[in-house]
């Protein structure tokens, strides 16, 4: 385990840029979903599993898990310049990439057996993503933990409406 010590003491201009981190993350993270998202006729006319949550339960799902990743990215920016912060951050980047995937595969493609593949895919990478924040902190880990239990939930969810209209 590589040790790494925080720069300092959260101060005002730590808060902000923590906040700055937040905003940033919900901001791209939001994004796909306003190009295509579940308001079309398409999504509407699909069967939906029984345990199917509340539309309103997406958007605050989210924004609390964004939120949490956006801290956790602050927590790692806070440590010392290392590889296992360079080596965490690559892998935050890419389980990111694959969340970014997933709305357009589903949505706009219409596809959701890819969009299935591209969600087990990311559970893997957050799983990978977890184990490396863990290794430089492990609070950052830790705020990623609701996210890996969310995917599990939404790649159950995705497979379902697969299986039920496919």
Known sequence: MESTQSRTLPDGRSLVTALA?????????AAPALL????SAWFASLEKPWFYPPPVTFGIVWTTLFTLQGIALWILWRQRPSSAVRTAYAAFAGQFVLNLAWTPAFFALQMPLVAFGIIVALWAAI???????????????????????WAS?????????????G
């Open 127 to 149: 799983l990978v993503t977890i184990a490396l924040f863990n290794r430089v902190d492990r609070r950052a880990a830790a705020l990623l933990v609701p996210y890996l239990l």
């Open 153 to 165: 939930f939404a790649a159950v969810l995705n497979f379902e409406i697969w299986r039920l209209n």
């Open 21 to 29: 981190f937040v905003v940033l993350v919900n901001a791209i993270g």
């Open 36 to 39: 295509a998202g579940p308001d």
